[in-house]
């Protein structure tokens, strides 16, 4: 039994798919672009935004107005299983006529696997900020469409604020700290960090790292091997962390994300370590204070380059085994329209890249002068190696339950070398 | 199906040729198969074949290759994948070593705790068979339940278990969100979410036992440890094999429970085998996951077999 259990497990796991069957590599021509025709028949949206869906539902509703015998289902998975398994379904082309993607270590896999057709002449590239849809790019082709623009930064409660007397956009890390101790001495928890949850915890990282790292490309590089989690910068920013560890709430490293939220929500904790993208949970719980984003500036003397971090993600794209590639090209330009991103952005307070979006909500509104600003585009996608990412990532939760920033980054380094 | 010649000279000596003839009819019958009746096995065997068999092959087959999962290109790289689990990656070596130390403490946790249970529990009084329900409830939830129950008792701001502690004034700490104690907190849950069914293995065992051993033993003057030693363990015995067996494989394989419990990917120290080749799969490294599966099967048979020899519990006299 205990065989067979192993071999079912193992075996099956490892075989749902088999090799292409040739060891050459793939030719170089680039993608093509969609096929055109009429704009019929069944198109399946692949995603994981399971919360999303009443939004897209309407979405298509509308859609299926415009272009008569035209259908789109929606196919979604949760995100974790998305990121798992969906390459494996979209391949022959049934399922994820059209689809997204999460930026960095799937783009970059979808994108060899072939899956994506270049939507560089498309009617729907042109909707959208040009210098927010360098995620979907590859080469010269532009493969996804990067649909949402999220702002990976502690949120915070503007009324604990005002009531604290913080400042709210503090100029250097010293102010930073300056203004988690004023929350601490009004009686709130001044961070609410979901340590426990990998995904979520690792989010306040694209802040921590955007000022205190030598170049932009400063994750990939750490893959590479040109740069190490025990140079003094790292180190300098995982001293950081440590700063922080008096201001995160007890036991932070064993919080999932869904009891930080609430500690939130709850007028508990004055910022949520996580992101825009969890406004809407956030309101959800019963949060009525306004909301605004708070970057935790590293710098010495405020001399940042960076003002906040962002990502361009959920990157829509049309699959090249689909059979009906020009109803899910359709499909893809329809939701680009600034209208219906509109649509979307304020139903679902999510920021997208498509330009001459009106934004109505009022999350979105307050926090679209973020919009403008200097803004790093989140660095732990940059990995691509998940094991990686997750080591790197994981020596700043080592360091808040309180590891030395030495000991920690060189068991980050470790594995990154294995994987050199 | 030819006849040694020997054998085919013996069966025509006999004088009464009729007596021979059924005598043959006899002997021969058994084994005279209408041909046609091999093909019945066939879809069984094609099901295995198919499910079983070539999952397996082509399990051994990615093993030795460096594929991603998806791409047309890939190189034959022979035992590299083995090499470089043992040797350069240090996670899977983590992951080894965390699920050796489960398997340890929810094995020995879990034959104990449900051996007491089952002891305490045999007698078919209301009460008891109450109480049997009760502990028997945690195995028919599923385990994704189970890991979402447990991860709300173990939170620490909202939890049940700081919220309880906390009314005596003690910080019960991170529970998870400790490395050094996380893996002994998801033990706890296993060994809650199976201890029930294992109870139900051992209860079986004890209520065969004859109740006239226990009354013997008492006249001779037996205490309830000498009861136990000479016994109820003797009878107990060959159950023990099978719930040590079975806790082996279940906590060699409690992926769900700790994915579950601790979210996906999960952190080094709740990294267990099943975990890692998981991780590697979605790391797009389906060779190297693939010898993964494949050391982790081979850990399990060696494991089982290891125990198999050394607890040969068998009842006396048999």
């Not at chain 1, 050459?24 to 019929?40: D, I, K, Q, R």
């Not at chain 1, 790292?213 to 962390?241: H, S």
């Not at chain 1, 594995?415 to 050199?420: A, T």
Request: proline share 5%.
């Amino acid at each position: 039994m205990a065989i067979l259990g192993a071999l079912g497990f193992g075996a099956t796991a490892a075989a749902c798919a088999g090799p292409g069957g040739s060891t050459s590599p793939a030719g170089a021509s680039g993608p093509a672009a969609p096929s055109t025709g009429a704009v019929t028949g069944k198109v399946s949206f692949a995603h994981w935004r399971g919360e999303d869906k009443a939004v897209f539902d309407e979405l298509i509703k509308r859609f299926a107005a415009k272009h008569d015998g035209v259908e789109v289902a929606q196919d979604i998975s949760t995100s974790n299983d998305y990121n798992a398994q969906a390459l494996q379904k979209l391949r022959g082309g049934s399922i994820g006529d059209a689809f997204a993607t999460f930026r960095g270590a799937q783009f970059k896999n979808f994108s060899e696997a072939g899956i994506y057709t270049d939507l560089k002449d498309s009617k729907a590239v042109g909707n959208y900020q040009k210098g927010l849809l360098s995620a979907g790019q590859s080469g010269n082709n532009q493969l996804g469409l990067p649909y949402q623009v999220v702002f990976p930064m502690p949120m915070a409660n503007v009324d604990l604020f005002d009531k604290a007397g913080a400042e709210i956009a503090p100029k250097n890390w010293d102010a930073f700290l300056a203004m988690c101790e004023k929350l601490a001495s009004a009686g709130v928890i001044p961070i609410s960090w979901p340590g426990g949850d990998v995904g979520n915890g690792g989010q306040l990282f694209n802040c921590m790292i955007a000022n205190n790292a030598p170049v932009d490309d400063m994750c990939a590089q750490i893959e590479q091997g040109k740069l190490k989690c025990t140079d003094d910068w790292f180190i300098r920013m995982l001293n950081q962390y440590k700063d922080l560890k008096p201001f995160v709430q007890p036991n932070a490293t064993g919080t999932a994300v869904e009891p930080a939220q609430n500690l939130f929500s709850q007028g508990k904790a004055a910022m949520l370590a996580t992101g825009s993208y969890h406004i809407a949970a956030v309101r959800g719980l019963g949060a009525k204070f306004p909301i605004d984003l708070v970057f935790p500036n590293t710098t010495s003397d405020g001399k940042g380059k960076y003002e906040g971090a962002y990502n361009a993600t959920f990157i829509l794209g049309v699959n090249s085994a689909s059979k009906n590639q020009a109803a899910a090209a359709a499909w893809i330009d329809f939701l680009s329209e600034p209208e219906n991103a509109g649509y979307y952005a304020n139903q679902t307070a999510q920021h997208v890249s498509v330009d001459m979006v009106e934004y109505t909500n009022p999350d979105l509104k307050r926090l679209s002068p973020w919009l403008q600003k200097k803004t790093a585009l989140a660095a732990r996608f940059q990995f691509n190696n998940l094991d990686v990412r997750n080591a790197v990532e994981a020596s700043a939760t080592a360091v808040i339950s309180g590891t030395s920033p030495e000991q920690a980054a060189a068991a980050a380094q470790k594995i990154v070398d294995e994987r050199l | 199906m030819s006849i040694h010649p020997g054998t085919a000279a013996k069966r025509k000596a006999p004088e009464n040729q009729a007596a021979a003839s059924a005598a043959k009819v006899r002997r021969r019958s058994p084994t005279r198969v209408n041909p046609a009746l091999y093909l019945f096995p066939l879809p069984a065997v094609a099901v295995v074949a198919f499910f079983l068999v070539m999952p397996t092959l082509q399990a051994f087959q990615y093993a030795i290759t460096d594929w991603n999962g998806f791409s047309a290109a890939f190189n034959y790289v022979g035992l590299d994948n083995f090499v470089r689990a043992f040797t350069k990656d240090s996670l899977f070596t983590n992951a080894l070593t965390n699920n050796l130390k489960f398997v340890l403490l929810v094995v020995i946790a879990q034959t104990i705790f449900s051996l007491i249970l089952a002891l305490l529990l045999t007698k078919n009084s209301r009460g008891s068979i109450l109480l049997r329900a009760l502990f028997f409830f945690p195995t028919i939830l599923s385990s994704v339940s189970v890991a979402f129950i447990w991860k709300f008792i173990y939170d620490p701001n909202f939890g049940l278990a700081n919220s309880v502690l906390r009314t005596v004034g003690v910080d019960g700490g991170a529970y998870l969100g400790n490395d050094a104690q996380a893996l002994y907190w998801v033990a706890i849950t296993q060994v809650w979410f199976h201890s029930g069914q294992m109870m139900v293995v051992y209860i079986a065992g004890l209520q065969a036992i004859p109740r006239e051993l226990y009354e013997a033993a008492e006249m001779d003057g037996a205490n309830k440890w000498q009861q136990f030693k000479s016994i109820t363990w003797p009878f107990v015995a060959p159950a023990t094999s099978i719930v040590v067996a079975y806790t082996t494989v279940q906590s060699f394989k409690a992926f769900d429970l700790i994915l579950g419990i601790a979210g996906n990917p999960p952190k080094a120290a709740l990294d267990i085998l099943s975990t890692r080749i998981y991780s590697t799969f979605a790391n797009s490294e389906f060779g190297y996951a693939a010898a993964q599966s494949i050391i982790f099967m081979a850990m399990i048979a060696l494991v089982t077999w290891l125990q198999r020899r050394l607890l040969r519990l068998t009842p006396k006299g048999d």
